[in-house]
């Protein structure tokens, strides 16, 4: 991460506004010192009136640049947060972008409403009460200026390695929200493949880095506080003790030792605020510095990037829609082991008088759908956009209940029985419109269904799934590691890491939707060559879009609004065996 200076956060006249209260706010410091040194060595009480206006106005003015410089942070970071959403492309628009726009561009707040003012005040203020401290005895200013420089140094000291566990904690969040939204938004995915509890881990071992991360900064923070006092109240001492022995012997009067012993720790307190607030700051520093590496990046939003973000928002929040509607009862355990006995036979499916109602449309998505799928049958689901049938793929998934009607598994009715979904789960393969892959590398993509397959069974499956070859052409073939929201793969091989899975996970059912994505000749051909092998010999729901996908099936049903308006007969004859056994 390059290093950002001030200047390219915050614009000049609020540079120049903060100096002017610096130079008003050490004044009236000044000022505070002089008339209650005065009123105290002469035992008088004519400057009370004077002292107690000095101190109303220096709160006042306090104020007056808290407000200002608020208000200024908050118009600083909505302009970053708008020219962040004007530039990035949505191939960036990840979780980690929404990290940065989220918690990142509020930890710019101490960093500009904290740190910078006080640097600015800490060059200002101490000068100029040293040349007060200088008149009143020049000694205390020598003793003052060879400890001053202590401040900084340690400050310096301390700053680095507190940049260095800020940035590491930012990391640590960024990495830790990327992989949030990554699972949320394939929740359907993982729940199919039965990881959730896997992730579940994953997520919760990243927090614990987090956390640790948070505490190493804390500690760094307690400690450079803890240096920064002693620092002061050292030379606060080496003052005091001279001015003390000299006001004994005579040599200096009450008024001006007063003064400077009144004015010495305002000298420091500026540097040490500073070291202070900087740890408060150093965040928004590391976020300062990513804001500046997006904005300087060329913004590249186009067909391309259109492509790439296949699945993009809507998709996401639709699924999640989806997900949101699965009753508590048919929540399917991440560890459950998939049921090895059923993956062996082909299974019967039959749904009979399904209908299912979206909440807020008139009219339902199924209308009283009846069908049998028999062992080994493939059957093509056409029809129109939005006539129901990825509404049709999401009752059997477990995403969607019906709100009449009843789905069989081999006859028997999962109903609310957590451990028949479980296993009707295990039993299905499922590879939807837009698949989501996960960022991590292709070859925990491909073994999402099945963690504990070794590497020559991946790409038997990565084979029959034409997918091997682009794989071994990657950088680091099956190590590759996919970038959230599956960038860094086209569409055509994002589908086909899918299919690959699906081949590895080998299970009696395949539920797939075809993809509508725009796929090149080659990826279109490789894909369906790819779902002929992967449906053969199983019981198969298609969505089929294009002839190519509705050929491969042994009869077509079409629906049309919700109903069923047209099915073949089964076709005769066995079914086909396997490519994967
Ligand atoms: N989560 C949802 N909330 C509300 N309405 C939905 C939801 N999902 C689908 N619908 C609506 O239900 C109807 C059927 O949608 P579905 O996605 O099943 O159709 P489809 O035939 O798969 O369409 P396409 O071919 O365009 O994917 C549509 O009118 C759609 O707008």
């Not at 449309?361 to 029809?383: F, K, N």
Request: charged fraction near 20%; charge should be positive.
């Amino acid at each position: 991460m390059s290093a950002i200076r001030p200047g390219d956060l915050v614009p000049r006249p609020m540079f120049v506004s903060w100096a002017v209260f610096a130079a008003v706010q050490g004044g009236l410091i000044i000022a505070q010192a002089e008339l209650l040194a005065r009123t105290i060595a002469g035992l008088e009480t004519s400057w009370l009136g004077w002292l107690a206006a000095v101190i109303v106005v220096r709160a006042c003015v306090a104020r007056l640049f808290a407000g200002t410089t608020r208000r200024a942070g908050i118009a600083i970071r909505q302009d970053l947060g708008s020219r962040l959403l004007r530039h990035a492309d949505s191939r960036r628009r990840g979780g980690e972008f929404g990290t940065l726009l989220g918690p990142g561009l509020a930890a710019l707040d101490p960093y500009l409403t904290g740190y910078l003012p006080q640097l600015v005040i800490s060059v200002i203020v101490p000068p100029l009460v040293l040349i007060r401290v200088g008149v009143a005895d020049w000694i205390s200013v020598l003793i003052i200026l060879a400890a001053l420089p202590l401040i900084p140094v340690f400050g310096i000291l301390i700053g680095l390695r507190t940049r260095e566990v800020t940035e590491h904690r930012w990391a640590e969040l960024q990495r830790l929200g990327g992989h949030f939204r990554d699972v949320l938004a394939g929740l359907s995915t993982l729940r199919v493949f039965g990881r959730t509890g896997h992730q579940a881990r994953v997520v919760r071992e990243m927090a614990t880095s987090h956390r640790r991360a948070t505490m190493s900064a804390l500690r760094v923070a307690f400690l450079s506080a803890l240096v920064l006092e002693l620092v002061c109240s050292l030379t606060v001492a080496l003052v005091a003790v001279p001015i003390g022995l000299r006001l004994i012997a005579g040599d200096l009067a009450l008024a001006p030792a007063l003064v400077v012993l009144l004015l010495a720790p305002e000298a420091l307190l500026p540097l040490r605020a500073m070291g202070t607030r900087f740890h408060a700051g150093a965040e928004g520093l590391a976020v300062a510095g990513r804001v500046r590496d997006i904005l300087a990046e060329p913004s590249a939003d186009g067909p391309a990037a259109a492509e790439a973000a296949a699945g993009g928002p809507d998709s996401a929040a639709r699924q999640r829609v989806v997900v949101e509607r699965i009753p508590p009862g048919r929540a399917v355990s991440g560890s459950e082991p998939l049921d090895v006995a059923d993956r062996g036979r082909p299974v019967e499916i039959t749904l009979v008088d399904v209908t299912v109602r979206y909440p807020g449309r008139d009219r339902p998505a199924l209308d009283r759908v009846s069908l049998t799928v028999a062992p080994g049958e493939r059957v093509a689901i056409t029809g129109p956009s939005g006539a129901g049938k990825s509404t049709l793929l999401h009752v059997l998934l477990g995403f969607v209940a019906p709100d009449e009607g009843r789905v069989l598994i081999d006859g028997v009715e999962p109903g609310t029985d957590e451990l028949a979904w479980a296993r009707w789960s295990a039993a299905i393969s499922w590879i939807p419109q837009q698949p989501r892959l996960f960022a991590t590398t292709v070859l925990d993509n491909i073994r999402l269904g099945r963690p504990e397959a070794d590497l020559s069974r991946v790409r038997a499956a990565a084979s029959a799934a034409d997918a091997a070859e682009f794989i071994d052409a990657l950088p680091h073939g099956y190590a590759t590691p996919i970038g959230e929201r599956s960038s860094g793969v086209s569409a055509g091989q994002r589908q086909r890491i899918a299919l690959a899975r699906a081949f590895l996970r080998d299970t009696p059912v395949v539920l797939l939707d075809e993809p509508t994505a725009r796929l090149d000749l080659h990826s279109e051909s490789a894909v369906v060559d790819s779902a002929v092998g992967l449906l053969a010999g199983r019981t198969a729901l298609v969505v089929a879009h294009r002839p190519a996908f509705v050929a491969m099936a042994d009869r077509s049903v079409r629906l049309v609004e919700g109903r069923v308006v047209d099915g073949e007969s089964p076709a005769a004859g066995p079914a086909r065996p396997r490519v994967l056994a």
